[in-house]
């Protein structure tokens, strides 16, 4: 007797006895799934779907490394810092500037005991490890962390454990053998990584980790921020510099798909205040420019954020000014004065990099010349934009909950990760389970679950 072709029905249930779908259902389409929630869970031990897009980001790294084409010295291994718009390396000396302008601020914390996640090829771990009494570094990459850890001085352990393992036993291990007083760093580094979390929620397990495992007083440095309020802007920029002969309205068009595929998480600093809540801690918070001197993605659309816990209340911000009610024709000049004068805060300052036809405009950079170590070139937090300067640098930190009060804004790689690993996983499991079924429609909706 000829068989019956199976419904969707019948396709429905094979699907939802997957552990990653929370059920099934037939839709006049062919079949829409529902992922399980605990797959996309975060914390210690992530869900499934979070674990492989991690696991994503750790074959390309650990790729990346073993192949270093980008090492210049064991103190300098640049492997994998390409410039988005051009496709060739970053220039050495920008890379060289942008390490020493992450460790400048770093140790303007005062550390001595710091933990990193995410060390690479130990950029940072080089030029910080002199300065301190000891350095836990952490990586998802084997290679890098076996060729650190095989050179690694007395004061140095560097072992591979993922961002969400901060508080894992190995850690813990490493940070009593280095004599970490009460097995606690005083300042704990994400520089560069963040990127490559999948969601705001593990961003924000990953910092209240942080935040929970730092000593009082200590910091937690999350820096190299892709900013999502720049986000439409960076694909504009990339794509005109891909065809500058195009059309505006052709790129346009192309930055529209470039920021829908892009696979990186970006934030805003507000999503980075608001990660601090509920941690039971004082936490202040400075957001920095970047202020090297090359005009590079780096520079243009990225920024520093330095968490304070339970901090001395930090100084008081003498009253603002604002950078258009400076005397003309040089502003800069009038700031070199202000600085001389006692504690200095403009803000308003167009930022010459994303405003090139302001004739008002300056650079990072150019206020980093002025103000050095007095102070500090900052973000304004509601316009990435606009720049800030703040000297002292001790009046640099703000409450995060008045920073985090705001408007938030992020871009989450995750949901079309899983959109499309769950419906590569329904499509194989109807192949291997119900081979006639194989050809039907799915689609997968993150917004509903089961019940």
């Not at 243009?300 to 330095?306: H, I, K, L, N, P």
């Not at 650079?363 to 800030?388: K, M, N, S, Y």
């Amino acid at each position: 007797m000829p068989v019956d072709p199976p419904t969707t029905s019948e396709a429905a249930a094979v699907l939802a006895a997957h552990p990653w779908i929370a059920a099934a259902y037939p839709d006049e389409a062919g079949l829409r799934i529902a992922p399980e929630p605990a797959a996309l869970a975060v914390g210690a031990h992530p869900g499934a779907l979070v674990v492989e897009f991690l696991d994503h980001w750790s074959e390309l790294y650990e790729a990346t490394y073993a192949g270093a084409h980008g090492r210049h010295a064991d103190d300098l291994d640049l492997s994998g810092w390409r410039a988005t718009d051009t496709g060739q390396p970053l220039p050495t000396d920008h890379m060289t500037e942008w390490v020493d302008r992450t460790v400048a601020l770093i140790r303007g914390t005062g550390a001595r005991h710091v933990l990193e996640l995410g060390c690479g090829t130990g950029l940072l771990m080089h030029r910080l490890h002199p300065h301190l009494t000891g350095y836990v570094g952490t990586d998802v990459a084997e290679h890098a962390v076996a060729t650190l850890a095989a050179a690694a001085p007395p004061t140095v352990r560097v072992l591979r454990a993922a961002a969400h393992e901060l508080a894992g036993a190995p850690v813990r291990r490493a940070l009593h053998q280095l004599g970490f007083p009460g097995g606690r760093p005083d300042c704990v580094v994400l520089n560069s990584v963040t990127q490559c979390f999948p969601t705001v929620a593990y961003l924000n397990h990953v910092v209240a980790t942080a935040i929970d495992l730092v000593a009082p007083g200590g910091t937690v440095v999350v820096g190299d921020v892709r900013h999502a309020d720049l986000h439409e802007h960076f694909c504009r920029w990339a794509e005109r510099a891909a065809d500058p002969d195009a059309d505006d309205a052709t790129v346009a068009a192309r930055a529209t798909a470039r920021a829908a595929r892009e696979e990186e998480l970006l934030v805003d600093p507000a999503t980075i205040a608001a990660a601090t809540g509920g941690t039971g801690r004082v936490v202040h918070v400075g957001v920095y420019a970047k202020t090297m001197q090359a005009d590079t993605e780096l520079t243009r659309y990225r920024f520093d954020t330095v968490l304070h816990v339970d901090a001395a209340a930090p100084v008081s911000r003498p009253p603002a000014v604002r950078w258009a009610d400076l005397p003309v024709p040089d502003r800069l000049d009038v700031v070199r004065k202000l600085l001389a004068d006692g504690p200095v805060h403009v803000h308003g300052i167009p930022n010459a990099l994303l405003h090139p036809d302001a004739p008002d405009a300056v650079t990072a950079h150019a206020l980093h010349d002025v103000v050095g170590d007095r102070g500090a070139v900052l973000l304004d937090p509601r316009d990435p934009t606009l720049l800030e300067l703040v000297a002292p640098a001790g009046g640099v930190p703000v409450p995060a909950t008045a920073l985090a009060g705001g408007d938030r804004r992020a871009h989450e790689p995750l949901p079309a990760f899983a959109r499309r690993r769950l419906t590569e996983e329904a499509r194989r499991t109807l192949r291997r389970r119900l081979p006639a079924a194989a050809g039907t429609p799915v689609r997968v909706d993150l917004g509903r679950t089961a019940g």
